[in-house]
């Protein structure tokens, strides 16, 4: 969870995904002209009933701690389930998912105490403009919205409703304002990025997007991609990652499990020979690549044998970012009904995966050591060090340096889960 926010500002807090810490920000400019000065507004997730636990939990503790402020809940879990948060003493309103991006939701006008229509009517993402990020070094954008597909643990679809895209001119127009305002480095987000287009006159794919936008904003210095269906990279995209230096070397795939029968279980449309081919193909094209990956231990039905082919899958695609998650049963979904496995047990191999995780993340950071690299660096540490980001995403600790500025290094060292850096040489360009 974030939380944001200042004295005479509303309060965000926001759970879950990029694409709804860039919801959160959307709603802050619309709290600030509605002059919801006081509010708090929580911004929720439903991919694990954890993540639900939390945001309910976030909204008592805000009730305590701002007893005169209107709280306003709203993302996926509210979308969901709209009355269980209405219900809830503590909470003054909920919005929808299509709600919260439109400013009449927050004016005075619009006081109705559940404000949530059916998403999958919803055909169309409006583009939503913002001025910039309280991080004002990185910023997302979105691109897309919703999920056509229907993974059998997912209830998502269901609180972003179907695909839909956002067109290219409104995607160029985003990132140009945000790079006028000093962002250097943009990430690109959505529900699932990869399905892009499908919807739009052309159809034009992801990368052919993604190509036309550093094309036409030539100053953007970089561009991350949220994270991508292993099954749908296009190949104008795989060209771009091995011929555009400005598209960052660092992919995460929604891989879920490396396991053949758990994936068909999972309705997913991908193979475990397919991941381990695609990272082998563009580890060739660009052979300084990363790749993170979602993987979720103790789906339903899963054995030890097939758990095992999960695990060995962090070898097998030389996987070095983890996002684990233990197997949640969401209410509505196919696999809820699955044979289940036991709690403790999901727990166990989540944490044989993180560890897993962790000893992949430590080779790589070793490997870094000696090696130049390019760091944007993003923000002070409490100590006066600078801390920034390499283009394969690896934190770095530099002594000097300007915030915004992207800067050549040779990776000197480690400091626990950071590497530290000196200066090659002058700053390449300030970001401000």
């Known amino acids: 969870m974030t939380g944001q926010g200042k004295h005479g500002a509303a309060r965000i807090l926001t759970f879950g995904c990029r694409l709804n810490a860039y919801e959160s920000e959307v709603m802050r400019g619309h709290a600030q002209t509605a002059g919801l000065n006081d509010a708090v507004i929580v911004n929720t997730c439903a991919v694990t009933g954890e993540a639900e636990r939390q945001a309910r939990q976030a909204i008592r503790k805000a009730r305590r701690e701002n007893p005169a402020a209107e709280i306003i809940v709203t993302g996926c879990a509210a979308q969901i389930d709209p009355q269980g948060f209405a219900g809830m003493a503590e909470v003054d309103r909920v919005l929808g998912n299509e709600e919260k991006l439109k400013l009449e939701s927050f004016l005075p006008e619009s006081s109705a105490p559940v404000l949530v229509n059916d998403i999958m009517a919803v055909t169309e993402t409006a583009p939503q403009l913002i001025d910039g990020f309280a991080e004002r070094t990185r910023a997302f954008v979105q691109v897309q919205q919703g999920c056509d597909h229907r993974c059998t643990f997912c209830i998502i679809p269901y609180g972003r409703g179907n695909s839909r895209s956002v067109p290219l001119g409104e995607v160029v127009r985003q990132v140009r304002n945000l790079v006028e305002r000093g962002v250097a480095e943009v990430v690109l987000t959505g529900v699932d990025i990869t399905s892009y287009g499908g919807d739009l006159p052309g159809r034009p794919a ?169 760091v944007l660096i993003e923000k002070q540490e409490d100590d006066g060090r600078l801390l920034g980001r390499s283009e394969t995403f690896a934190p770095v600790l530099l002594e000097r340096g300007e915030i915004g500025a992207v800067v050549q290094v040779r990776i000197t060292g480690r400091d626990g889960a950071r590497l530290t850096a000196e200066p090659l040489h002058q700053q390449l360009s300030p970001a401000a």
């Open 206 to 374: 992801l990368g052919q997007m993604v190509r036309r936008l550093l094309a036409q904003v030539p100053d953007l210095k970089r561009l991350r991609l949220s994270s991508l269906d292993a099954i749908e990279l296009d190949a104008d995209l795989r060209r771009l990652v091995a011929e555009e230096e400005r598209l960052m070397p660092h992919l995460h795939l929604s891989l879920q499990a490396g396991d053949d029968m758990i994936l068909k279980r999972m309705k997913r449309r991908h193979s475990r020979s397919d991941a381990v081919a695609l990272c082998r193909a563009m580890r060739d094209l660009r052979p300084d690549i990363v790749f993170g990956a979602d993987l979720i231990a103790g789906f339903p039905t899963e054995t030890e044998a097939m758990f095992e082919n999960s695990l060995a899958l962090v070898e097998d695609c030389g996987l070095t970012y983890l996002h684990v998650f233990p197997y949640s049963a969401r209410k509505g979904t196919p696999a809820a009904k699955m044979p289940q496995v036991p709690l403790a047990l999901r727990k166990d191999r989540a944490a044989r995966l993180r560890a897993a995780g962790a000893a992949a993340l430590d080779h790589f950071l070793d490997s870094q050591v000696g090696r130049p690299a390019a």
